[in-house]
């Protein structure tokens, strides 16, 4: 079995490359750690102007004024979007829209350059689960929601990462403690929301997910995004790690919509990417649009 990881976090070569979605293009280190801060939080290090919030037109740490911003433009960037599910509105994403029930929760604690990358699949965990919480993650400004939910008693919180690093080994936990959890508690699973960079990042630079167990994905599954280039096949993305921990820990149901879900807006977006209108509804739609009658 292998120890699988996010393809929205492994590493590419396309991680330096703009998003054809027109979103923002993939940060050197530097623009990173400048993102990692809470908008108007003064710069420590690179350029003062990253990192923060575009309604503030002096820099906080000198005081001088800011030079205007570029209109930002990419491939993509003039492509027509629906504003419910963000993809190209050629192959809208909305009729598919289903729900599901979960004892499990998924709770993502997303970077900051990730919320603008319409390839993100952590979003669409959230269109089937109603429940699904979304954290932007800050280094020096932890959120403070998540912070109270962390310490709530009625929550059962694991942190899905892999076991490839001896320091926190003892911390490392099977799929099985996540059916074990107590009725009178909620499991939840934290995925970390980025580039396999920014994902390693937030790990080691949350003191608050140092007391959570870690829960890594065990599989043989394949990827099946087509979005975005994994540096292996064996690296799945957001969507697709969540739908397997949750087949594995009982949710079938759940697992099940969520993978034709996730399907759907792969093969919608990569229709779009060719201009491609999809005529005949795939399986996994017919099952999507049957589900919500």
């Not at 292998?2 to 940060?27: K, V, Y």
């Not at 623009?31 to 809470?38: G, I, L, M, N």
């Not at 001896?166 to 996540?178: G, H, L, S």
């Not at 890594?216 to 280039?229: A, H, V």
Request: glycine share 4%; with cysteine.
């Amino acid at each position: 079995m292998c120890d699988s990881r996010f393809a929205d976090s492994a590493p590419s070569q396309q991680d330096a490359r703009s998003e054809d979605s027109g979103s923002t293009q993939e940060a050197s280190t530097t623009e990173e750690a400048s993102a990692d801060r809470h908008p108007g939080e003064p710069s420590a290090v690179g350029d003062p102007h990253l990192g923060e919030s575009p309604s503030l037109d002096r820099d906080p740490a000198t005081g001088h004024p800011r030079p205007p911003r570029r209109e930002f433009k990419a491939r993509g960037s003039f492509v027509t979007r629906c504003a419910g599910c963000n993809l190209p509105e050629l192959n809208c994403l909305c009729p598919y829209q289903a729900k599901a029930d979960s004892r499990v929760q998924v709770w993502l604690i997303t970077h900051p350059l990730e919320h603008h990358k319409p390839t993100n699949t952590g979003r669409l965990i959230a269109d089937v689960l109603a429940p699904t919480r979304v954290f932007t993650w800050y280094r020096t400004t932890p959120d403070e929601q998540l912070l109270a939910l962390l310490a709530d008693e009625r929550y059962a919180p694991f942190v899905v990462f892999p076991d490839d690093q001896p320091d926190y080994a003892d911390r490392v936990v099977e799929v099985e403690a996540v059916r074990r959890v107590p009725r009178e508690r909620i499991p939840v699973l934290i995925l970390l929301d980025g580039t396999w960079r920014q994902a390693r990042r937030i790990f080691r630079k949350s003191p608050y997910l140092e007391r959570l167990p870690v829960l890594p994905l065990r599989t043989d599954r394949l990827t099946r995004y087509r979005l975005r280039k994994p540096a292996s096949q064996a690296h799945l993305c957001t969507a697709e790690v969540a739908a397997e921990l949750l087949r594995q820990s009982g949710e079938e149901d759940a697992a099940s919509v969520l993978d034709d879900y996730f399907d759907v807006f792969n093969d919608s977006y990569a229709a779009s990417r060719r201009y491609h209108k999809i005529e005949t509804p795939s399986p996994a739609m017919r099952r999507l649009a049957a589900r919500r009658g």
